[in-house]
């Protein structure tokens, strides 16, 4: 039984070695920050109705997870609708609704489920690709996760970073 989530839309602009060139347009984001309790849940709630409608919304791929002032930081995906009409205004006061800026962003991916000594390897490894190919990050580095908890098999897990990038061709 598998289930097809609404995914974040991107486009490639090069593959270099292990690294993804890629855009990416704006989105609607919700962002909470784990001051107190689970960040996923807290987001989690706000999908499920915890909101001023009441609104159940679709959950998408991917999550980003990331470090911010000292906590752990995660935003879910908006469905691509909320570009159009705004989304539903979080009950939470730590959840926060915003529209990402385009940009460019270096990424590079890997399999199974995701941990601490999984991402600084391969944080170090992307890090390592703009370096080589004289990119220029202008973030940190920011973890994606595309599945389930539950999923077992052919898990899919990212590393992105903003980098100053002007197609030269």
Known sequence: MG???ESQPYEV????DDLEIRFYPPAMMAKTKANTGNPFSTLFR??????QNNEKIEMTTPVYMYQEDGT???EFVLPN????KDAP????ANVKIYESKPGYYAAVRYGGYSNASKVKIHTDRLMKEIQKHDLKSI???????YDSPYKVMNRRNEILVEISYADTD
Do not use: H, W
């Open 3 to 5: 289930q097809r989530y």
């Open 13 to 16: 602009l090069q593959n270099i």
């Open 72 to 74: 752990s930081a995660m």
């Open 139 to 145: 973030s940190n580095p920011v973890v994606l996760s």
């Open 81 to 84: 609708k909320y570009m159009e």
């Open 46 to 51: 706000y999908i499920s109705g915890d909101n």
């Open 89 to 92: 205004t979080p009950s939470a």
